[in-house]
Structure formats: C-alpha cells, structure tokens
C-alpha cells in the first residue's frame, strides 16, 4: 500500500510538472514589430470625405422599397468627387446598378489578384432612439475626435478606408504586380444576393481566382476577450453557417374553456424548450486555435489551463459556455427568434409555428442541424421545415500559415505599432459578404481595422455609432500597407 501511495504521489508529481512546464513554455512569437511607414494622409480632409459619406442614408430596409436609388447615385457621385487619380486610373463596373468593382491592373499576370471588399448599404435607425444619439444619425458630424453617424462601424468606414489608400498608392505612383480588385456591394445587410453573390458570379464566369479576400468580420478589440488585457486584432478565417427552421404544429380550434391536453402552441413551445434544453456538442478545434495566440498573454493560471487543453478540455466547456461570444466559437448555436399562433385569448389556434435560427460550426450543415433537431424534438406533431432563402453551409477554414494571413497580420501590426496587440486567428460567428466568394479563393479573411471596447461592441447595427478620428486615420495606414505590401 505504501508503494501504491508512493507511486501515486510520484504521478502527481510529474504530472504538475508537465502542467507548469507546458504552460511556462506557451508562447507567441509574432515576429519582430514592422517598421513605421509614413502614409501622407490629409487627415482632415479624409475624415470630412468620410462624413460626408455617413450623411448619405443608403439604407437597406427589410420592407419595400428596399433602397433608395438617389442615395446610391449620391454616394458613387461623392465617391467619383473625392478621389480622382483612383477613377482615372481604375478601371469601374457596376453590377446590378449599384454595386461596384473596381479594377487596378498589374504588371504581372502570373500572380494572382487580391480583393477588398465593403458594402456600401446600412441598417436604418429604429424609431424612436434618434435623441439617445450624440449627434443626428445622418448628420455626419464630427465632434470630440469622434465621426459620428450610421455607417461609421458598419462599414462606410472600410468603404471609404480602402479608396483613400488606393488613392494615396495611385498619386505616390505605385504600380502593383499584381491585380488588385475592389467590390463594393450595395445588400449586404439584406442578404447579398443582389451585389456580392452576383459580383463573385461575374469573377467565377471570368475564371478569376484571388490570391486572398479581404472582407469585414473581425477587429482590434480591448477589454473583450476574457483574462487579456491588451489589444487583440481578431481576423476571421472561417465562418459559421446558417440555417432557420420553422417548426410548426396543427389543432383542432374550438373555445379555450374546453382545451385539449396539448394545444398548437403548447406543442410549439415544448419544441423550442427542448431545442434550449439540449444545446449542440461543443468543439474545441476554433477556440483551441484561438487560445493558442491569446492564450499566453493570461495571467498564469489561465495560462496553465489553455496550454493543457488535454487535461482541462471540459473545464474549458464549462468556462466558455457561459459567455455568448465564446461559447458561440465551440458550438452550434440555437436561438428562437420568432413564434406566431393564435388569433384571440379565447379562442385555441388552428396553427403555431416558430422560427429557430442555427448558427452552424464548420463540420455540420443545414441538413446535419435539420436532422438533430428532428431527433431532440422528437415529436410526430411537430413540422420542422427549412425557411426558405435561410440557408449557408460554413466556410472552408483559411490556413493560418499562409503568405496572405502574414500579409493581412503584418499589415494590422505595422499600422498599429503596438508591441503588445496580438493578431489572432478565430471564427467568424455573424454572415459577410465573403460567404461567395468560397469557390474562387484558398484564402479569405474576415477584418476591419476599427478598434471596440466592450460599450462599443453595442454600436454595431445600434445608436451612436462612431468611430475615432485615430482609428479612422489608422484604418486608411492599414489598407495602404496591406495593399503596397502584397503588390
């Protein structure tokens, strides 16, 4: 018995000392910091042609008419107005009237094209919440070295990043090697299906195959990511997917005073509890990558759980699952977003149905999550349906080791010139433009140089949207040495 107790404690032992050596051992090496580059921005005039640009409501509204075509033909007409040397020299096309690609050839055909892209459309304001704004929506103000108005985040703000880089590349004379394209769709909040989804059909009919995209998705966040203290520039290389099932159940009707023992929306309800009560297995594969970049700027003891994901994997379930933004990294997400049924208090419903949203992690599909819940339901009176057009397989998972991601990290550090911001790979959990162009690039990235704290994270699709004077000037930096780099 001694000897078993010798044995045990001398396990322990090892053990422990496997945990702190693997965890005082978990490092980042990002790499020296890139050198400053002095980029001639005309500050004030490149944040007044942004204001300007959130003064135009290029609104996609989820009722018709969805858009505006004056606002639209605003905005190209600023766009053509604020930089000239870009128009000259780029060549431009429209598709489906206001979505735009831009074109700047290189001098070497062998490589293969880059793409950055933006939307130009933004969601409305809600009724009603124009007076807790700082300054009018649409007013376009700039004020306390903030640029304040819809669209400021979300993403007039990329839009017009990307032209002002381009711009300054043009007017210093720089040829790029390689083709550099430009998209701009005008749906994305509604979808995409008439911008980005027909412009990636024009690429894929002209056999265009990019070296890398470059869409919105992630940021530099602060104050977000739990136990790091610093900056975290979070680029996306994969995406969820999508799918909404309607579930549905039938009754007889009649007068409430003589229910049956499970009416239409009782059935309905049941459903949905036990979609909530059984959420999707988690996976450690997202988070794990992701952890392995921020994991090493913790305090140890976290430190010591991430570098053992091993030992602690559940732990690390447990942890992640009590945060919606993390634990939407390691599972599919459930969420109920819609229940009708009914017509009178007194009266039992002929029908109920609900409408359940399912954000699907790489390695499923619609039709895997359409499959499971069928099976957790468990329930011949329940319909489960496909809602139609609300359905996307996830994205391919872009390779972290590639020249692109060291291009597009590269890029955000030597913008920022900060030793301590780390770039980190993660899953994009919201949908982006990007989702068509699957087929015609190895590599996408999801990323837009502004920086959130966590009140800031609110703002997106909210009221007072804004971005700094600071981190719109850095925006533009970011985009000139991504583009003069990879060209």
Sequence with gaps: MKRFFGLVGLGLVVLVGVLVYRALTFTLEQGPLPPAVAVAVDDDAAVARLAAALRIPTVANSTEPHFDPAAFDALHAHLRASFPNLFTTLSTEAVNRDSLIFTWQGTDPTLKPILLMAHQDVVPVDTGTEPAWSRPPFAGEVADGWIVGRGALDVKSGLMGILEAVELLVKAGHRPKRTVYLAFGHDEELGGTHGAKAVAKRFAERGVHFEFVLDEGGSVVEGVVPGVKGPVALVGVAEK?????????????????????????????????????????????????????????????????????????????????????????????????????????????????????????P?????????????????????????????????????????????????????????????????????????????????????????????????????????????????????????????
Excluded: C
């Excluded at 909530?276 to 392995?292: L, Y």
């Excluded at 609900?354 to 992690?361: C, E, K, S």
């Excluded at 039709?367 to 319909?383: G, H, L, S």
């Design 241 to 361: 997917g999508y799918v909404s099932l309607r579930l549905s159940a039938e009754g007889a009707g009649g007068h409430s005073s003589m229910p049956p023992p499970r009416t239409a929306v009782g059935v309905v309800a049941q459903a949905v509890t036990r979609l909530e009560q059984s959420p999707f297995p988690a996976h450690i594969d997202h988070a794990g990558r992701f952890f392995a970049y921020v994991g090493p700027k913790m305090p140890f003891d976290r430190r010591l759980v991430f570098a053992n994901l091993w030992l602690f994997e559940p732990l690390i379930f447990r942890i992640l699952s009590g945060t919606p933004s993390m634990n939407a990294s390691i599972r599919t997400t459930t969420a109920p977003t819609m229940m009708r049924g009914g017509v009178k208090d007194n009266v039992l419903p002929v029908h109920a149905e609900a409408v359940v949203n399912f954000r699907i992690l």
């Design 363 to 487: 390695g499923e599909t619609p039709a895997t999550v359409k499959t499971r819940v069928e099976a957790v339901i468990d329930d011949p009176a329940v319909k489960v349906e496909e809602v139609e057009g609300f359905g996307d397989d996830p994205s391919p998972i872009s390779d972290v080791r590639s020249t692109s991601f060291a291009l597009v990290r590269d890029a955000i550090r030597q913008a920022a010139q900060d030793p301590e911001l780390v770039v980190a790979p993660y899953l994009t959990v919201g949908a982006t433009d990007s989702r068509y162009f699957q087929g015609i690039t190895d590599n996408t990235y999801r990323y837009l140089h502004i920086r959130l704290g966590p009140d800031d994270l609110a703002r997106l699709h909210g009221t007072d949207e804004r971005i700094s004077v600071a981190n719109y000037l850095e925006m533009v930096r970011f985009y000139y040495l991504l583009i003069r780099n990879a060209t």
